[in-house]
């Protein structure tokens, strides 16, 4: 059963239920789930995956794994395909890549898989566009690489920063140094 198919029932099961004081609880829920099917259907998803997309599961291999973040068309599928022997789609137009396309660079006797994300866009961190899954696949990487057009203005790294760092990905930091104290009683 598709989402068009749930949401039209769950419409169904509102128009004929009463409106009184017992029913408001059972009404409560079935709006819930009418919004949560409409979120679904705005964002695109299947109703089997949940919050994750198609294609952004990528398994982690390799010593290290490096993230290419930035918005579309900024050069990271010309980087992966220079640097991997992966060929990820290029093109003149926004929006080529869709999922993470991963690569594996061999240095030194080192393997480090190299991740290709989709563009993000403005308003990402609040899910806009498919930005939650890209910055998801990043918190999971060991480098953050943002890629940044040199024909646009400072303030473009500065909104991929603010986005990042509002999902809690600190950027040019160190971490926490965080410890734990046995205290006796």
């Known amino acids: 059963m598709g989402i068009l198919e749930k949401i039209s029932d769950v419409e169904k099961e509102i128009a004929r239920t009463q409106k009184n004081k017992a029913t408001e609880y ?5 709006k819930a789930k009418l919004a949560r099917y409409r979120q679904q259907l ?4 299947s109703s089997g995956k949940g919050a994750k997309g198609e294609g952004f599961d990528v398994m982690k291999s390799g010593d290290a794994r490096v993230a290419l973040i930035g918005f579309p068309s900024v050069g990271k599928s010309t980087l992966l395909s220079i640097l991997t ?3 990820s789609e290029t093109a003149s137009y926004e929006f080529t890549t869709l999922t993470c396309i991963p690569g594996v660079i ?10 290709d994300l989709p563009g993000i866009i403005e308003g990402a961190s609040q899910g806009k ?3 939650r899954q890209v910055i998801a696949v990043a918190r999971t990487a060991d480098l953050v690489i943002i890629m940044l057009d040199a024909t646009k203005s400072e303030a473009q790294r500065r909104l991929l920063e603010i986005e990042l760092e509002s999902v809690g990905i600190r950027l ?9 104290k046995v205290q006796n009683q």
Do not use: C, D, S, V
């Not at 040019?172 to 734990?180: E, L, Q, S, T, V």
């Open 129 to 131: 566009g498919r930005g």
């Open 85 to 87: 022997k992966t060929q």
């Open 106 to 115: 061999e240095y030194k006797g080192a393997n480090i898989q190299l991740l």
């Open 172 to 180: 040019n930091k160190k971490r926490p140094n965080i410890y734990f």
């Open 42 to 45: 705005l964002e695109g998803l």
């Open 26 to 30: 059972h009404l409560g829920l079935l």
